[in-house]
T-cell receptor
Framework: QQQVKQSPQSLIVQKGGISIINCAYE??????FPWYQQFPGKGPALLIAIRPDVSEKKEGRFTISFNKSAKQFSLHIMDSQPGDSATYFC??????????????FGRGTQLTVWP | NAGVTQTPKFQVLKTGQSMTLQCAQD?????MYWYRQDPGMGLRLIYY???????DKGEVPNGYNVSRLNKREFSLRLESAAPSQTSVYFC????????????FGPGTRLTVL
């Protein structure tokens, strides 16, 4: 059973536009929500992360919006650039227990930004 | 620091052959992970090791075995490779806490004929 559901599977955005990727989860024990970015031929790398005690976190052009009641979170990329073309994964983890440190990943969104 | 290193980068096997994927990290991390990545399926956890001397099954452990050789090294073994194991394999490591960053290696692209 997919613990974190991600959409869309692929996204095409024009340069300068806003890219939005959405994720949803069911397990209310999750308390840390990172996004990873992966370029072709490379391993994923942490992009930005949020805890559920805040509704939004911004780092440069990247913003996570978090809706605890809806159990949803999303990544917004403002002023999208061709260099942002990559696969983006949302993930979730929970504190404590035997699964400490384990990340549950969404299936990924392949973003293409056209110049 | 090299971070997380994986060998080999590419491998082609015939069905039934065995091989071991090697992973090492130089960040003194407690936890290490093996994932496989398939188109449209995202990153699926095969096995992980929360600390030296412990290993646990992830989402898709069947057909694989692991060894946490020491704190630095975590290997993944395919005893009898099958075409369904054709994939890109990533090793990762972290301090081990819930909000600790996982650092990924460059991956091993494995093809089983």
């Amino acid at each position: 059973q997919q613990q974190v559901k991600q959409s869309p599977q692929s996204l095409i955005v024009q340069k300068g536009g806003i890219s939005i990727i959405n994720c949803a989860y069911e397990n209310t024990a999750f308390d840390y929500f990172p996004w990873y970015q992966q370029f072709p031929g490379k391993g994923p790398a942490l992009l930005i992360a949020i805890r559920p005690d805040v509704s939004e976190k911004k780092e440069g052009r990247f913003t996570i919006s978090f809706n605890k009641s809806a159990k949803q979170f999303s990544l917004h990329i403002m002023d999208s650039q061709p260099g942002d073309s990559a696969t983006y994964f949302c993930a979730a983890s929970m504190d404590g227990g035997s699964t400490l440190g384990r990340l549950y990943f969404g299936r990924g969104t392949q973003l293409t930004v056209w110049p | 620091n090299a971070g997380v290193t994986q060998t080999p980068k590419f491998q082609v096997l015939k069905t039934g052959q065995s091989m071991t994927l090697q992973c090492a990290q130089d960040m003194n991390h407690n936890s290490m992970y093996w994932y496989r990545q398939d188109p449209g399926m995202g990153l699926r956890l095969i096995y992980y090791s929360a600390s030296e001397g412990t290993t646990d099954k992830g989402e898709v452990p069947n057909g694989y075995n692991v060894s946490r050789l020491n704190k630095r090294e975590f290997s993944l073994r395919l005893e009898s490779a099958a075409p369904s194991q054709t994939s890109v394999y990533f090793c990762a490591s972290s301090e081990g806490g819930a909000s600790d960053t996982q650092y990924f290696g460059p991956g091993t692209r494995l093809t089983v004929l």
